[in-house]
């Protein structure tokens, strides 16, 4: 089983704290997705003939693109790789574009999951992010697609300064109130060379708070849990049934091919990445070159990965599969360092207990293996990385 | 003897030295094409890279002059303050200097003061005015400085380019038309100066050595006076940029031995060889075992790696004798080594070498000079004080003394202020000022030499804009007010970052070296306090808040690869950190009261 992910990159309008791939000029647009569709049939066999679970446009902005177009590629994944009868495919949405006629449209496509960039509820913390949004637009296109799909996130961020723990606490309250069954969460970043990262260091914005963000984080984890969401990984809270399955495949290792400028790909022991570039982009797949950089993953970078991405969600470290691929060495090492962190709280081992086969009338609790699972306690979970670095092995 | 020419460079740093060495060597033809490249005579990396000499090279050019074959030996020295006695050493094995100065930045404090050692030791001085093909170069004004300083007429400096090659020709005619040829009896016993050596794994310590009187030949036995110690001379040659042995090497010459000697301290700089059965009377005067001046405790990272540091450093001083260390221990970093270190680039050398030639991590804790601290009880004994923590507690202290240096700072007349109010804020005293030009001014100082471990050479550079040149030489000691300034983490006394510092400026530095801490410690999971003290009075607090949030938010497809190289970079990082009670303090933060003013 394996993943598609297509990388829409045009904006309306670049959100002062994003640092993705994207362009405002949508000039390249037509021969942009031609590209894409030509990068699907130049690649279709990096994917080994596993089937194609789960699809995910994101961006950028992929609502900017019509029916048709994405009609075309979703067409065009179909016509080249082999996809499961009900796949999960998601489309990236800004409310602005969701207007209701396009979520009438899109629910008679094949999509079938909505991720709507909603933020906040608020028109000041909108303004100043720089969304192409207002809160009314948000309000109201999550009424009409509610109604159309059942399948639908929401993107919040918290951790803005200035933001009381009231206003974080009323944006998910109405959330919560149109009853969405999975709310993807961030707290505010500042990445290098964004518009944010310039205003903070000339003093126009106040600088981020760690102690307001952990305080916004808290609060989050503990009135999710509330509405009956499971807090699956860092940064994601689903109703049991609507955890993303594509983004899911990230942390668990499955294989996903990215098509599209900046789109990453991972084949077990091989990550690839796209030209973060559009024109580069589409001169190279004209010339049927896919504009791929490649690299091998070593074993420790393998179980760097699986530690860095374990701590961060609900099914942790497994010390079964720390053991059967990294080696029983590895696993008495990962164990000695995490000494530490259990002692402080921030980790802890849990002892799942999974049965072998499905246990005969009159078998109980037998056959069973139990596999200890290393998993970051609520308090760890904000501190995961560094954690995470901690266990990590350097060659 | 007649067609031999000894001589070396005194130049500043900078000022083509090496460039214009390398255009002789071309010229002489004494290097192929394919055996060329920049720096010939620095065979360190470390001294590529820095673009400075640290250790003495010789090399023997052949030319041929009006119809005459000469042997030039050219002894390139270092160039820096900490290594001025190997200045000296090799200046005494000379009878003429090239006088290298930058067309266009004239002439600077550590140029003025081997000037004066090669004009004590009679040599014959060639000015020469480098880099003139460039657009800043100021060649008027700098010939009438350079006229100034020695009384020579104008038309005997000679312009030249170590880029271009122009004027070499002229600077080899003078070489061997001005500088003398050597005097010396080949008759006579042995007797030959070492001015320097370098340590061969595969061969032992190799001698550099000039003949003064008689000769030395292959197989010969001989004497050092100083160590008084034999040996065979197993091989004797020659410097080419190979080494080419000879069986005899004859008074006036310069050459190399071999004797198979293992440890580079048997062999001291200013030493003189002699015949072990006819030995000379005089050993060569001028001769000195060479102090540290600078000290500080070197600790591995990891404490396993404790015995592996022993063998490192024994190694090491095999070929830098002038490194001297003895075990130590340190409540907050285990066992480790006090060292004695010529110079605070000296230490920087040795902590540099120690992780590229031996891939030691180390711990240097802050630098100290060497105190004497007297007792009430015993007043007039003296306890050697190398380690702030030997520091006799202060009730029972009657006095303390500190070394005390004459420096020469030589600036351009429009930052005398500043470097003025630099010295005095260093507890300077000015001693002398004189106009060298009406824009060029030497100013003298005595200070203590603790002043200039304490981040003296950066704020010079910065308040005089690069334009000020500065060099000291050791006066004894002074009585001193002290006091021992210790740092606590975690309500922790932490013994490797204590310094002994002025009474006066204590509270000041306690301050700026709690601020500095918190800014070199990473955050962790709890506050740290940081506290200044003397004895148990707190002079200063800071604390590094705890870090709450560490972990990005997103973490998808094109995430996971990039973020785990960050990862892995940081816990490399924190490699280089030991932990001293609950606290993890990099490596960088034990030095950290030497940039004080950063």
């Given at each position: 089983m394996a993943g598609i992910y297509i990388h829409i990159p045009f904006c309306k309008q670049a959100c002062y704290y994003c640092d993705f791939h994207f362009s405002t000029s949508l000039k390249k647009k037509d021969s942009l997705i031609n590209a894409l569709i030509n990068e699907i049939k130049l690649r279709k066999h990096t994917l080994q003939n596993k089937r194609i679970e789960t699809i995910y446009f994101g961006g950028g902005t992929p609502s900017l693109l019509n029916i048709s177009e994405l009609h075309l590629l979703i067409e065009t994944v179909y016509n080249n790789f082999e996809v499961v009868e009900t796949p999960e495919i998601t489309l990236e949405a800004n409310p602005d574009d969701l207007t209701t006629e396009k979520i009438i449209e899109l629910s008679k496509t094949p999509i079938n999951r909505l991720s709507i960039g909603?933020?906040?509820?608020?028109d000041d913390d909108l303004k100043m992010m720089n969304r192409a949004h207002n809160a009314s637009e948000s309000k109201k296109c999550l009424s009409v697609a509610t109604q159309y799909f059942n399948n639908i996130t929401i993107d919040l961020i918290y951790g803005i300064p200035n933001m009381s723990l009231q206003k974080w606490h009323k944006n998910l309250e109405i959330a919560f109130s149109f009853s969405v069954n999975h709310i993807s969460s961030y707290a505010l970043t500042v990445e290098p060379k964004t518009a944010l990262h310039s205003f903070i260091n000339s003093g126009k914005y106040p600088p981020l708070n760690e102690a307001l963000a952990l305080q916004h984080f808290n609060h989050l984890v503990e009135t999710t849990a509330q509405q009956g969401f499971v807090h699956y990984e860092i940064s994601n809270f689903g109703k049991p049934q609507f955890f993303s399955k594509h983004n899911t495949s990230y942390w668990q290792g499955k294989w996903y091919l990215g098509i599209g400028p900046s789109a990453h790909s991972f084949f077990g022991d091989q990550r690839a990445w796209n030209v973060s570039n559009n024109a580069k982009y589409i001169a190279a797949i004209e010339k049927k070159e896919p504009p791929v950089t490649h690299e091998n993953l070593s074993n420790n970078d393998r179980f760097n990965e699986y530690i860095m991405t374990g701590l961060r969600t609900i099914w942790g470290v497994s010390f079964n599969r720390v053991e059967t691929e990294f080696g029983s060495n590895t696993l008495n090492r990962l164990k000695k360092t995490a000494e530490k962190f259990i002692a402080e709280g921030l980790l802890n081992i849990v002892n799942e207990a999974k049965p072998s086969s499905t246990p005969k009338k009159g078998e109980f609790l037998q056959n069973t293996s139990s596999n200890s699972v290393l998993k970051t306690t609520n308090k760890g979970k904000f501190l995961a990385d560094g954690i995470a670095a901690e266990l990590f092995i350097l060659s | 003897m007649k067609n031999i020419r000894n001589f070396c460079i005194i130049a500043h740093i900078d000022h083509g030295k090496s460039t214009l060495a390398d255009r002789l060597l071309d010229f002489t033809g004494s290097v192929t094409d394919r055996e060329k490249q920049d720096q010939l005579l620095d065979s360190m990396d470390l001294e590529r890279e820095r673009g400075i000499t640290i250790k003495s090279h010789a090399i023997q050019m052949d030319y041929e002059f009006n119809g005459e074959k000469y042997v030039l030996n050219l002894i390139d020295t270092p160039g820096h303050v900490d290594f001025s006695y190997e200045v000296s050493r090799s200046i005494a094995a000379c009878e003429g200097a090239l006088l290298i100065v930058d067309a266009a930045q004239s002439i600077q404090a550590q140029t003025i003061s081997n000037l004066y050692l090669a004009l004590e030791n009679d040599l014959e001085i060639i000015p020469v005015l480098n880099k003139v093909d460039l657009p800043s170069a100021n060649p008027e004004e700098v010939t009438d400085d350079i006229v100034d300083l020695l009384g020579c007429d104008p038309e005997d400096v000679i312009h030249a380019s170590g880029k271009t090659g122009f004027g070499i020709e002229n600077v080899l005619a003078a070489v061997i038309n001005r500088i003398p040829a050597p005097k010396g009896n080949p008759d006579e016993p042995l007797q030959a100066l070492i001015f320097d050596s370098v340590y061969n794994p595969f061969r032992g310590v190799e001698t550099y050595f000039r003949v003064i009187n008689g000769s030395i030949k292959k197989g010969q036995e001989i004497k050092f006076i100083a160590t008084n110690k034999k040996y065979f001379a197993d091989e004797v040659g020659t410097l080419k940029l190979k080494q080419l042995p000879k069986k005899e090497i004859k008074a006036g010459d310069v050459g190399y031995l071999i004797t198979g000697i293992k440890d580079a301290r048997e062999v001291k700089v200013g030493d003189t060889i002699t015949d072990s059965k006819e030995p000379t009377k005089n050993a060569i005067s001028g001769f000195e075992d060479v102090k540290p001046m600078v000290f500080a405790g070197i600790y591995p990272v990891d404490t396993e790696d404790y015995e592996e540091l022993r063998a490192s450093m024994e190694k090491l001083q095999l070929n830098d004798a002038s490194l001297i260390f003895a075990p130590e221990s340190s409540a907050a970093l285990g066992f480790g080594f006090r060292c004695g270190f010529l110079g605070m680039l000296h230490m920087e050398i040795i902590q540099e070498r120690l992780e590229r030639e031996f891939d030691m991590t180390v711990i240097t804790t802050v630098p100290n000079v060497s105190y004497h601290a007297y007792t009430k009880k015993q007043p007039d004994d003296i306890i050697i004080v190398n380690n702030p923590s030997d520091l006799p507690d202060p009730s029972t202290l009657d006095r303390v003394e500190e070394p005390y240096i004459k420096a020469t700072i030589i600036t351009k007349a429009d930052f005398v202020g500043n470097v003025m109010s630099l010295c005095i804020e260093k507890r300077g005293q000015i001693t002398n000022q004189t106009y060298l030009t009406t824009e060029r001014v030497e100013l003298n100082f005595d200070m203590p030499l603790a002043e200039i471990v304490f981040d003296f050479y950066d704020r010079l550079k910065t308040v005089s804009k690069g334009y000020a040149s500065f060099d000291y030489h050791p006066i004894g000691m002074k009585p001193s007010k002290l006091v021992r300034v210790d740092i606590l983490l975690n309500a922790q006394t932490v013994d490797a970052l204590s310094a002994l510092i002025h009474a006066d400026n204590a509270q000041t530095i306690g301050k700026k070296m709690c601020e500095k801490l918190k800014e070199l410690i990473p955050r962790q999971q709890f506050d740290i306090p940081i506290q200044a003290a003397i004895g148990a009075k707190i002079i200063s607090r800071e604390t590094i808040k705890a870090l709450r949030k560490d972990v990005t938010a997103k973490c998808y497809g094109g995430d996971i690869s990039r973020k785990r190289k960050l990862l892995e970079k940081q816990k490399k990082g924190k490699k280089r950190m030991r932990q001293v009670g609950n606290v993890e303090i990099p490596q960088q933060a034990f030095m950290a009261v030497l940039k004080l003013n950063d």
């Open positions: 909603v933020q906040s509820f608020f | -």
